[in-house]
Each structure stands twice: as structure tokens, then as C-alpha cells.
């Protein structure tokens, strides 16, 4: 069965940085493009970001382009979304997604979701 | 980008309703669509991708039409498990972008 585990979130001053992590297993990490996904309470989907499956490729939202950094270790079969510069809109639930097709980082929709974990940007 | 505009955003249906819910591309997708369903604290779950299949252990009520800039997610005899949220999104290009979601209420 595919798991994915989301850890790192939490309550953050603005300007200050949070690292997520992202535990997979049940399946072939190593293969497949992983993304982070947001969702503000109440609020709809937003494309965070995205990285191939030997991360050569990467993508990034305009929104958190600069400010955050994903990446990966598949011999840990962990993925890794570094948030520096946090601000108040970037409060979210924070999912790491799986890609259905083994390869591709491109025209390939989200197949597995973690649970979420929620970053809180507050004074 | 590309700007995706799903509508109603909430949907009134008894239990036994046929159901659809429209997603526009504010430009051609081809059929690099996918619809996902979310349930209130939970992370959502995919129901059709490449426009109209669908994903395994997904029921047949559910399915999906359409390419280009249109596309249609149709529900056929709504059941009480169905009452949900459900959002398009295209992955034909970067940025993914989702629709704004529908919510499916019970009338």
C-alpha cells in the first residue's frame, strides 16, 4: 500500500523558516516525481511544487519561487520542501503527492496523497 | 498560465440525482485533465485523469468527457458517499493548476 507521511509543520513567526518532510513507502520512491501541494482552511488546491525522480527537473509556484526549496533523497525515500521567508499567506496544509506513472515528470496527474501538515504563519 | 474555472460552485442534489459539473480551460489541456474528490479533513482522492478514465477502484457511476478547453465530470445516480467537494486541474503544463472545486450538497 502507497504511504505517504508529511511531518515538519507547526506554528512560525513570519520570516522565519520550516522544514517539511515527506516519508514514502509501499512503492518505488525512486521511480516517481513527487509534488507539494497546498490548501489554505477552507480555501481550494494550489501547486506548490515538483521534482522528477532523479531531480534534474524542478518546478515552483511564482508564489513561493525564491523562497522555497524542494528536493529529495531516495535512498531515505524522503522528500524535502525547505520554506524560508514565511509569510501569513503561505498558512496552508501542506501534501506530498505521487505521480501515477513511473518516469515522467511531465502530463502525469496525482495518484497518492498524504495526510497533510498544517504550517501556521502568525505573530 | 493556464486558468481553470469550474462552476456551479456548489451543487444541491438528492440522493439518486444525476449530476455534472463543468471545468473551462482558459486555454486548450488537450486531455490532460483530472477531476479529484475531497471530503471535509481529508487529503483529496483521484477519480479521472486523461479526461475520461478512470482511476482503478473508482465506481462507475462516475465519469468524465471532454478535451481541449471543456470538460465534464458526470455523476450518474448520486449516492450519500458522494456528497464531497470535487476539483478539476490540468497537468498539460507548468503551472498545475485546479479549479476552484464544487461542492455537492443534499437537498
Known amino acids: 500500500e502507497v504511504q505517504l507521511v508529511e511531518s515538519g509543520g507547526g506554528l512560525v513567526q513570519p520570516g522565519r523558516s520550516l522544514r517539511l518532510s515527506c516519508a514514502a513507502s509501499?512503492?518505488?520512491?525512486?521511480?516517481?516525481?513527487i509534488h507539494w501541494v497546498r490548501q489554505a482552511p477552507g480555501t481550494g488546491l494550489e501547486w506548490v511544487s515538483g521534482?522528477?525522480?532523479?531531480?534534474?527537473?524542478?518546478g515552483y509556484a511564482d508564489s513561493v519561487k525564491g523562497r522555497f526549496t524542494i528536493s529529495r533523497d531516495n535512498a531515505k525515500n524522503s522528500l524535502y520542501l525547505q520554506m524560508n521567508s514565511l509569510r501569513a499567506d503561505d498558512t496552508a496544509f501542506y501534501y506530498c503527492?505521487?505521480?501515477?506513472?513511473?518516469?515522467?515528470?511531465?502530463?502525469?496527474?496525482?495518484?497518492?496523497w498524504g495526510q497533510g501538515t498544517l504550517v501556521s504563519v502568525s505573530s | 498560465d493556464i486558468q481553470m474555472t469550474q462552476s456551479p460552485s456548489t451543487l444541491t442534489a438528492s440522493v439518486g440525482d444525476r449530476v455534472a459539473i463543468t471545468c473551462r480551460a482558459s486555454q486548450s489541456t488537450s486531455s490532460w485533465l483530472a477531476w479529484y474528490q475531497q471530503k471535509p479533513g481529508k487529503a483529496p482522492k483521484l477519480l479521472i485523469y486523461k479526461a475520461s478514465s478512470l482511476q482503478s477502484g473508482v465506481p462507475s457511476r462516475f465519469s468524465g468527457s471532454g478535451s481541449g478547453t471543456e470538460f465534464t465530470l458526470t455523476i450518474t445516480s448520486l449516492q450519500p458517499d458522494d456528497f464531497a467537494t470535487y476539483y478539476c486541474?490540468?497537468?498539460?503544463?507548468?503551472?498545475?493548476?485546479f479549479g476552484g472545486g464544487t461542492k455537492v450538497e443534499i437537498k
Open positions: 486541474q490540468q497537468y498539460d503544463s507548468y503551472p498545475l493548476t
Open positions: 503527492t505521487k505521480v501515477g506513472g513511473a518516469g515522467s515528470y511531465f502530463q502525469n496527474p496525482f495518484d497518492s
Open positions: 521534482i522528477s525522480w532523479n531531480g534534474d527537473t524542478i
Open positions: 509501499g512503492f518505488a520512491f525512486h521511480n516517481y516525481a
